[in-house]
């Protein structure tokens, strides 16, 4: 693997990810409560859950795109700073890949590769685009560099959205079902390139209900029901042997579709 693309090791702290005690409130919706989780270097925890649980409110909270009322959170080792510069330095450390694929319309699938590392980490612009080609080949869109997200399938610009996220960097990927609004065919394309990223030793934290996914590539799964995390387990465990009886019932309503 090509170095540029590597995990960047840090320091020995075995925490890449760590939540304690976050809680988190939209009005009187107690939308995080009291969240305790850690995810370790290299590790890929699948979240899982019914809808309005907090999944996503939880994926924002660790980007910072959402704040929280209280509790910690920190990226290895580093609380998250409120604002300004820092701010964009722990955005570029944790990438994040939404259910809409969030590219810029107006700019080349390249371009839309380029940007941040050119921007934020100060490439020039032959690095940046040298950088951008071999993140494209390696999520399979290489051939479609000069083309604009319009052009693209939606598993194709999922996986420019993956490439981009990929060219900062990032210490932690967050996926928050990334293959939800997309058409079945396309679905598994998009599953291969995060399963290959998860073997490659990319930490990650990934909102999908796509099983096989979870069964293949995660070392946990973590079910959220109404702000909580009611159990967590291996992937094997929780899919057969689920033990709280929300767990069950929402396995009982996807397994059953
Ligand atoms: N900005 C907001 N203002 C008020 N309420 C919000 C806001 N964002 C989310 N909520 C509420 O918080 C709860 C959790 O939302 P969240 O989007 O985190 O759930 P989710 O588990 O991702 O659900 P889904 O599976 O449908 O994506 C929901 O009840 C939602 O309506
Ligand atoms: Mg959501």
């Known amino acids: 693997m090509d170095e540029a693309f590597q995990v960047s090791a840090g320091s020995g702290a075995t925490a890449l990810v760590s939540l304690e005690h976050v809680n988190k ?4 919706l107690h939308v995080l409560n009291d969240i305790n989780m850690t995810v370790k270097r290299g590790e890929v925890v699948v979240v899982i859950g019914p809808s309005g649980s907090g999944k996503s409110t939880l994926c924002r909270a660790i980007n910072r795109l959402e704040s929280i009322d209280d509790g910690n959170i920190t990226i290895d080792g580093e609380e998250l700073p409120a604002e300004g510069k820092s701010l964009a330095h722990l ?3 944790v990438g994040m890949v939404f259910q809409s694929f969030n590219l810029f319309a107006h700019k080349t699938i390249l371009e839309n590769v380029t940007l941040g590392p050119i921007k934020v980490r100060k490439l020039s612009k032959s690095q940046a685009r040298e950088e951008g080609m071999e993140l494209l080949k390696r999520v399979g869109v290489d051939n ?7 052009q693209l399938s939606g598993g194709q610009q999922q996986r420019v959205a993956i490439a981009r996220s990929l060219a900062m960097h990032p210490k932690v990927m967050l996926f928050d079902e990334p293959t939800s609004a997309l058409d079945p065919e396309m679905i598994n394309e998009v599953l291969d390139v995060m399963t290959d ?12 209900h796509e099983m096989g996914f979870a069964r293949k590539a995660a070392n946990r799964v973590v079910f959220m029901a109404d702000g909580r995390i009611e159990e967590e387990n291996t992937p094997e465990e929780f899919f057969t042997n689920a033990q709280s009886p929300r767990a069950k019932d929402f396995l009982s309503k996807i397994l059953t579709h």
């Open 197 to 208: 990223l998860a073997k490659e030793g990319m930490t990650m934290i990934v909102v999908t």
């Open 91 to 93: 955005r570029a450390d």
């Open 144 to 150: 479609q560099a000069e083309k604009y997200p319009a």
């Open 25 to 28: 409130h939209f009005g009187d």
